[in-house]
Every structure is written in structure tokens, then in C-alpha cells.
């Protein structure tokens, strides 16, 4: 039988875990009455099993049952809490500020509102991927309604300064939204700093197809409007029939990270390790964006005179990423690499690589020695030899 290729690409998306999978499986077939038909067994079934998530998560957050809201992913939480507290809120100002390295979710739901009447800024970063708060706080006006920046960035894995972040924003009376999806499982957040937090469950082990929109009920200041009309489904907020194999997916998805938080030192070794490999044998390998500040699990790098769609054509024994992979094959440089200043030249030649969970010592040694010979390989034929 034929050996998969080594999976190094855990920030585009991550597999299912087993127990998690497990804990699905009923609710496809055996447990499958609608959770809104709560007037018979079956329905009343499928309800059970939602409001357990929902607890499970909500003791995650430190937050209240009607705090957490289930969407199909970070992508429409995202849409929701920007575009429905702008529209909600839109009597009391029409200034939005975000970074220049969001997500595309993020952006391109600004860029709407901006067409709508809408003030945005961008705030732009520094050369190791971080905004400067003080930026932030003089960004502010009294027409600022909301301030959304992601926790952890998806392609240069940068960590952002929340605490400060936080901190001015409740200073100024702005909400606080965040795109977190990349931080659940990897780092340590104090959940209660942020009005609002979207996510998406299969960047920590839950299915794709599934997310939230926490929408924190002590900030007492937050009305949003309904983006999805329908039969009236999640206090209102988000109508249409709930998944519930997906939302049982990743309640147990929370549960579990806890119980692997304790790998986090393995992950950062396996990472620092790839990078020491490949840096030490192969000379102009550079980290982009800042060194200490970042995910445990992430590397960004530039390799000098080696193209990453070369590099990734090379490798055929693994899997990785030349930009973030919703962004991929758009035709388009990332925008979060030109915001942190790399050149057109030194985007080509970066790339994104992540382990994760399943990564072995082995797979790392392995995919070394192959990423080390193939850009060899690749530079010698750049030059012709």
C-alpha cells in the first residue's frame, strides 16, 4: 500500500480527532430527530445533545448558555458579528478598525461596509507582524463602533498583544471582536477580555462545516442584527436546522483540549526542530515575522532563490502551504507578507509549514532531509546547473 505524503499544513485545516468522530457518529443515524421539534422523543433527543455542547463550551468561555452561538464556521460568525453590529449600531457611528493581516473574512466584510457608508481603518503592522497599540488607541473616535483583530494570525502565526488590545477598547467604550480560530487549543486566552469571538471548529480537531460566534451577555452594550431569517433558530440570531452531529463534534472538540494542552512542548520541539534542520544545511532560510510571539505549531519562512510553487512541485512526499489555503490559487500575493514588508520576490519564496497533533519525530526528520535535497536540487537548476 502506498504511504501518504507527510502532513504539514495543520493551520489550513486539521484531521478529525477519533473520539471526537466517535462522539458524532450516533447523531447521523440512530439519534437524528430535529432539535427545534422538542414535542416529541426524538426531538427532545437531538435538543439534549445541542445543549450539552453548548454547556461544555460555554464553561469554556466563562460564559453564559445564550453567549454561544453555532454558525456553519469563522466565515459567517465573522460576517454576523461585523456586518450585524454594524448595521444594528449604525445610529451611533460608522467607524470600523481592524489590521491589515486579517483574515480575508475579516477584510472583505469591511470592505463591504465600506461601500455601505462605512469608515475603516487599517491599522498596519510592524516588520514582525504586530500592530502598535498606540495606533490603535489613537485610531479611535467617538464615531468608532468596533475594533476587530484577530488573536493569532493563519499564515505568519504572529500572537497579538490582546491584553492591551482589550484594554483599550473598554477604556474607549469599543467593542472587541476577534477572530480566534487559530489560537482554541494552542494558546492561553483570557476569554473575558473580548466582547465578541469567532471561530471555526476545524483548525482544532472538530469537523469542518462548524464554528461560533460567542457574543459575551456581561457586555451588555452588544445588539446585533440578523444576517439569516428564517425559523427563528439560535435566540434569533442565525436561522436554519442546527448540525447537530457537527455541533456534538465540537463540543467534544473542547473537551479534549485540555487534555492536550500538555503537548504544546512537544509541537513547539518538533517545530523549532524543522527549522534547525533546514536552516543549518541550507544557507538565506529566514523566519518571517516575529520569533517568540507566535504559535507554538507555526513556521513562516523565505528561501532564497527557490520559488514555493517549485518547492511544493519538488516535495511530493509532503504537504504544505505556499499562503494561507483559503487565498491559495487566487492568482494574489498574501497581503499579510506585503503588510509585515517582504517584497514580491521574497513572497514567492515563502512558505507556510504547521505540524500538529499526529506529527512525528520521524515525519519531521523525513521531511528535513526532503525539503533540504529538494531546494538544493531546485537552486541548482535556477542556476543552470
Known sequence: MKTK??????QSTTPVDPEVLESMLPYFSNVFGNPSSKGHYYGRES??????????????????????????GATESINLAIKGYAEENYKNGNHIITSQIEHSAVLNTCKYLEKNGFEITY??????????????????????????????????????????????????????????????????LDYKLF???????????????????????????????????????????RSGTLNVPYIVGIGKAFQLIQNNFDEHDRIISLRDRLFEGISSQIDNVY????KIKRLPNNLNIYIKDVKSN?????????????????????GKRSHV?????????????????????????????????????????????????
Open 47 to 72: 435538543s439534549a445533545a445541542v445543549s450539552l455542547s453548548r454547556k461544555i463550551i460555554s464553561e469554556f468561555f466563562e460564559s453564559e448558555l445564550e453567549d454561544i452561538i453555532f454558525t456553519s
Open 337 to 385: 507578507l506585503k503588510a509585515i514588508g517582504l517584497s514580491d520576490d521574497k513572497i514567492d519564496s515563502s512558505i507556510r509549514l504547521s505540524v500538529g497533533r499526529h506529527t512525528t519525530k520521524m515525519e519531521i526528520e523525513t521531511a528535513i532531509e526532503e525539503l533540504v535535497k529538494s531546494i538544493i536540487k531546485i537552486r541548482n537548476i535556477n542556476k543552470g546547473l
Open 287 to 290: 523566519l518571517n515575522a516575529d
Open 195 to 237: 466582547d465578541m469571538i469567532s471561530l471555526s471548529g476545524h483548525k482544532f480537531y472538530a469537523p469542518k462545516g462548524v464554528g461560533l460566534l460567542v457574543i459575551r451577555s456581561d457586555s451588555k452594550r452588544i445588539k446585533i442584527s440578523t444576517q439569516t431569517y428564517g425559523g427563528g433558530q439560535e435566540f434569533g440570531l
Open 310 to 330: 517549485q518547492l511544493i512541485d519538488e516535495c511530493k512526499n509532503i504537504c504544505f502551504s505556499a499562503a494561507a489555503a483559503c487565498s491559495t490559487g487566487s
Open 123 to 188: 491599522l498596519p503592522v510592524i516588520s514582525n507582524g504586530l500592530i502598535n497599540p498606540d495606533e490603535l488607541k489613537n485610531s479611535i473616535t467617538e464615531k468608532t463602533l468596533l475594533v476587530s483583530i484577530q488573536s493569532s494570525n493563519n499564515e505568519i502565526g504572529v500572537t497579538q498583544d490582546i491584553d492591551t488590545i482589550a484594554k483599550i477598547c473598554r477604556k474607549k467604550n469599543v467593542v472587541f471582536h476577534s477572530d480566534v480560530t487559530q489560537s482554541i487549543g494552542k494558546e492561553n
Open 5 to 10: 505524503p507527510i502532513y504539514l499544513d495543520y
